[in-house]
């Protein structure tokens, strides 16, 4: 047998397929590994109801930044003033913030740009709604006539 035996050179050809199908898995797994280290980590879900006033002040205070610079100029949506002063409206700005942050600070794949699109159609006008309702008919609305009729 030498080395123009038809078979040994099919077989050296399979060989080699099979290491470079080997090479770009090996490459596959290392992006993969990284890509997880990109991925967004929403950590543990706050505790509003159990913040001290300082704790919630900074709470408050990163999600009014991000309100002020992606939900109203990047998503659209304004919330109403008094948010912070409502802990079922927190819980709700934080999980847009959470799921926001989920979707656009990891790399892009076809699930994340799915879960992109849901986000827009489904989680953000829900959510920014019940914020709105929560908000809507409480004692921080805007001021009332003199005689204090609405
Ligand atoms: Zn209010």
Known sequence: MNSTDPLVTALSLQVADLRQLLADLQTKVH???????????PGQSIKW??????????EVARLRGWERDVLVPMLGYSLPECWPLHIPACARV????ELWATCWLSNRTRSVLASQAEYFIRYLPQLAEE???LCRSCEHAAPR???GVA
């Open 49 to 58: 109801w159990d913040l001290t006033e300082e704790a919630r002040e900074l």
């Open 94 to 97: 934080e999980s847009l913030y």
């Open 31 to 41: 992006a993969l590994e990284h890509d997880d280290a990109k991925k967004h980590d």
């Open 131 to 133: 914020i709105r309702a």
């Open 145 to 147: 006539s003199v005689t």
